[in-house]
């Protein structure tokens, strides 16, 4: 299995940027699919972008596009998710995954951050 350690959360002005990273330790000489999601208080966790490792595929939600962008640093096994022009409909916890594949992941399973704090007023 791996660990996925997130931080670079915080809070931020409307406008404002920050960026992410996830440490991944343990089993890392394995391909795996790999995304952000976010949960804010009193709604559904959704995914916010994906990265597949074997096709070097990205994905995003629609209210992200054009504004985050996920990738990866292969030497340090870190996955980071830039996050510009933020908006306070950005705030929530955002969470690390990682799985085998990239459907397991949509689903709900894998492996999961304790996620760090992202606010925007």
């Known amino acids: 299995h791996v660990q996925l350690v997130e931080s670079g959360g915080g809070s931020v002005q409307a406008g404002g940027s920050l960026k992410l990273s996830c440490a991944v330790s343990g089993r890392t000489d394995r391909p795996y699919c790999m995304a952000w999601f976010r949960q804010a208080p009193g709604k559904e966790r959704e995914m916010v972008a994906i990265?597949?490792?074997?096709?070097?595929?990205?994905d995003y939600a629609d209210s992200v596009k054009g504004r985050f962008t996920i990738s990866r640093d292969i030497s340090n096994n870190t996955l980071i998710l830039q996050m510009n022009s933020l908006k306070p409909e950005d705030t929530g916890m955002y969470y690390c995954a990682a799985a085998g594949s990239c459907s397991s992941l949509k689903g709900g399973q894998g492996r999961w951050g304790q996620g760090t704090q992202v606010t925007v007023s």
């Open positions: 990265h597949s490792a074997s096709a070097d595929n990205t």
